[in-house]
């Protein structure tokens, strides 16, 4: 009998792209996929373990799936970054788990599985270093339009508060000629938009080159027929060079907008924070983006709360995401992690302290969201069409300035039925404080 096998994909989209290798070797080995968890005789769930909050969500997913046992579940695996963080803790304290792979072993899914079915209990972590396999099947779960892409793993940035490099180790960079084959490979399956992550885009090329070459590799990109937008995620302020964005200013494929994580404006908690950068730098780097390209949408993320900050450090973040009004913008109240240079830093701040510190930058960017999208109204946009809501004749989707599941959304009306995928100009005639509304105005493209 052909196993059936669920795989759950928790914390971000470097994860994801992890978990579909896997079921890409599982299903090159004949195994039976499965997106009912309760049919299924093997799961594995491929866990984050970033920051708390994470490390919980996957705790808890591990054991509410360990209940399937009692109904007929044979193996529970643990892959990821809490795997490879937490092996011994997660074999030794939680006994419904089978088998935990690591970040860098999850090409052994297979043998895995075999040695767990014999009843042997395995860890396999502590391999990551472990040079990307190019040859690697790859089974994508996104939906057929949008897929992620990952350009690089790990990283040597070395920021205080971050657990990555120990989790993902040093920064390798793929070829360029293996993720244009890929970006062809899915395309050719119907995929318009391909977004580009890694820990760090701007990065690219360093390692395996000698140099920067991320614009390179988007020019190489932008020649593939069919493929329609290209979206950049984490790229970091220090690295984004002149060259980047006079390659994104006259791309039509490359889509205007930047998710830029500063983390903080402070030159004070820059440097406790190890970031590689400065408040001047920040600032300059934002008038010369919004300078070649005034449409472009900025997305950063903040940490509020880091070791160190008072209220005077506070004080000019808050003023810092008032004078430059971030078009996206995420807060995260700083996590304690043990192994991270910061844990030991003086001067920890209260959660509570910080939790009202994030609640008030949030609720503050809401106000300036909602201003930006009320000058949308009346303007005609681009919008990628994801979803059917009502009749064929209410249909959701994203513009080019909002990534998949962390930004905003379209609803729009038509007078015809869309296909999902779909890119279509709709006119804005609504705003609420993260999504627009409209309607369609004429055909733009299937």
């Known amino acids: ?13 470097k994860n994801l792209i992890d978990a579909e290798i896997m079921l890409g070797i599982l ?7 499965t997106t009912n968890k309760d049919k299924a005789d093997v799961i594995i769930v491929n866990t984050c373990g970033f920051i708390e909050a994470a490390k919980e969500e996957s705790i808890n997913k591990i054991i509410e799936l360990g209940m399937l046992k009692d109904k007929g579940l044979k193996l529970l695996i643990v892959s990821g970054c809490l795997g490879e963080r937490y092996s011994q803790q ?4 939680l ?3 089978d088998a935990v792979i690591g970040t860098g072993n999850y090409h052994t899914v297979v043998e895995t599985i075999h040695n767990s079915l014999e009843g042997n209990r395995i860890v396999k972590v502590g391999n990551i270093d472990d040079i990307f396999d190019e040859a690697l099947p790859r089974y994508q779960t996104t939906p057929t339009h949008m897929a992620y892409l990952k350009i690089s793993d790990g990283c040597d940035n070395f920021c205080t508060y971050c657990i990555i490099p120990k989790l993902r180790g040093k920064y390798r960079s793929r070829k360029i000629e293996s993720i244009v084959n890929e970006a062809k490979e899915l395309v050719s399956k119907g995929v318009k938009e391909i977004i580009l992550i890694a820990q760090d885009t701007t990065g690219y090329g360093k390692d395996l080159y000698g140099e920067l070459m991320l614009p390179q590799l988007l020019e190489e990109l932008e020649l593939i027929e069919g493929l329609q937008w290209i979206r950049l995620l984490y790229a970091y302020p220090e690295k984004i060079t002149d060259q980047l964005i006079a390659t994104m200013a006259n791309s039509k494929k490359i889509c205007q907008y930047l998710d830029m994580p500063i983390q903080h404006c402070s030159n004070t908690i820059l440097k406790r924070m190890n970031r590689r950068t400065s408040k001047e730098d920040i600032v300059s780097l934002i008038y010369k983006l919004r300078d070649k390209m005034p449409n472009i949408v900025l997305r950063t993320s903040l940490i509020v709360g880091f070791p160190g900050e008072e209220e005077k450090e506070y004080q000019e973040l808050k003023d810092f995401v008032k004078e430059f009004r971030f078009d996206r913008l995420g807060v995260f109240a700083y996590s304690k ?17 910080k939790e009202a510190r994030r609640d008030e930058i949030m609720r503050l960017q809401q106000q300036i969201s909602l201003e930006k999208n009320q ?9 990628l069409v994801e979803e059917s809501l009502v009749d064929g004749k209410e249909y959701m989707g994203r513009t080019r300035g909002d990534a998949p599941e962390i930004d905003g959304l379209v609803y729009l009306q038509a007078k015809r039925k869309i296909e999902i995928g779909e890119i279509v100009k709709v006119k804005v005639n609504g705003a609420l404080e993260y999504d627009l509304m409209g309607e369609e105005v004429n055909e733009f493209s299937k």
């Open 95 to 97: 006994p419904e788990v």
């Open 1 to 13: 009998m052909t196993l059936s096998i669920y795989v759950e994909s928790l914390g971000c989209a």
């Open 90 to 93: 997660l074999i030794e304290e």
């Open 375 to 383: 000058l949308q109204v009346s303007k005609t946009l681009e919008v």
């Open 27 to 33: 299903n090159k080995y004949g195994y039976n996929l």
């Open 337 to 353: 992690e043990e192994d991270t240079p910061a844990a030991k830093l003086k001067k920890q701040v209260k959660d509570k302290v």
